[in-house]
């Protein structure tokens, strides 16, 4: 039987080595690198690294093919949650548990440190194999992806969207396609890379993708249960702001317990686009049921 706990922890552990291993490389810290790693050493899930290598996994390759993938999509995310913390985003005082960014160092060298995130992201991503190739059609499309998942047409826009929404009310479409950029973009381009990079079919990525556009707005959805009903000591963060904020979110839409179900039908549908995968798909499935039944 598959163990997703032992699965999450031998990923992760991979993920935050080779991380370790691309700040090795940067040299002398100062101010701005110790940022960067407060922010990105603080914890959490790593869940889109580990989808990535997931995906790379079903496709037939070894998860580790997938790590410089998975690194720079941790390093994106991690620069996004450094800027959604800012005073002029959400003012969060709290992320994983610790101060945000700025509050442990100052609003500048916030910004600074999630600059320097996202362009490291793509360095990571650009360098050439161990061998001294250079950079290959297959790393090029995968920089083409995961730059529109986290640009103006994937993340970056929908935290745009998310900000001008505040205080108004939005339509469930609406707010459905704002969460597929904001958050979804991110997770769909995770898996697609991942299966790119390790060589899988136009199908088996087109396959992937849908899966991830799934599992990635019912991982939003479940955030907005859990910010209604969540533990503040589990989440690390705190809970009520999205009301606070006069958020449009699905439990003000749809109800908590209709939320709730919509997560669920949301991951079927995830589970039903790669129900051709043999078993080398079994850590995404178990990280689709995982999404979707989490505490934090």
Same mark, same amino acid.
């Given at each position: 039987m598959f163990e997703l706990p032992s699965y999450?922890?031998?990923? %992760? %552990?991979?993920?935050?080595?080779? /991380?370790a291993r691309v700040f090795e490389e940067l040299g002398s810290p100062g101010r701005l690198?110790?940022? *960067?790693?407060? $922010?990105?050493t603080a914890g959490g899930k790593?869940?889109?690294?580990?989808?990535? *290598?997931?995906?790379?996994?079903?496709?037939? #390759?070894?998860?580790?093919v997938a790590l410089?993938? #998975?690194?720079?999509?941790?390093?994106?995310?991690?620069? $996004? /949650?450094?800027?959604?913390?800012?005073?002029? *985003?959400?003012?969060?005082?709290? &992320?994983?548990?610790?101060?945000?960014?700025?509050?442990?160092?100052?609003?500048?060298t916030a910004i600074l440190a999630g600059d320097a995130l996202l362009t490291l992201a793509f360095q990571v991503l650009a360098q050439p194999s161990a061998d001294g190739r250079p950079a290959t059609?297959?790393?090029?499309?995968?920089?083409?992806?995961? $730059?529109?998942? #986290?640009?103006c047409r994937g993340m970056v826009e929908g935290q745009m969207r998310d900000i001008a #929404?505040?205080? &108004?009310? *939005?339509?469930?479409?609406?707010?459905?396609?704002l969460h597929g950029l904001k958050t979804g973009a991110l997770i769909t381009a995770a898996v697609g890379s991942g299966a790119l990079w390790a060589g899988g079919s136009e199908a088996q990525v087109r396959a992937l993708e849908h899966f991830g556009a799934k599992i990635g707005l019912a991982f939003q959805v479940t955030d907005d249960n859990l910010n209604v009903e969540g533990d503040p000591a589990e /989440?690390?963060?705190?809970?009520?702001?999205?009301?606070? &904020? $006069?958020k449009t979110t699905y439990p003000v839409l749809l109800g908590l317990e209709r939320s709730k179900a919509l997560a669920r039908e949301?991951?079927?549908?995830?589970?039903q686009a790669i129900a051709a995968f043999d078993t080398k798909a079994d850590p995404l499935r178990a990280i689709a049921n995982y999404i979707v039944n989490r505490r934090r």
């Open positions: 999450l922890d031998a990923r %992760r %552990r991979q993920v935050e080595a080779a /991380l690198i110790d940022a *960067m790693r407060y $922010s990105l790593r869940l889109r690294p580990v989808l990535c *290598m997931a995906a790379c996994e079903a496709v037939g #390759a070894k998860p580790e410089k993938p #998975a690194c720079a999509l941790e390093l994106i995310h991690t620069y $996004s /949650l450094i800027h959604d913390d800012l005073p002029a *985003m959400d003012d969060d005082a709290l &992320r994983r548990g610790q101060p945000t960014c700025h509050v442990a160092f100052d609003e500048a059609e297959t790393q090029i499309a995968v920089i083409a992806r995961i $730059s529109r998942a #986290a640009g #929404a505040e205080g &108004r009310p *939005m339509a469930l479409d609406r707010l459905a396609e /989440l690390g963060k705190a809970v009520g702001t999205d009301a606070a &904020r $006069s949301l991951v079927g549908e995830g589970l």
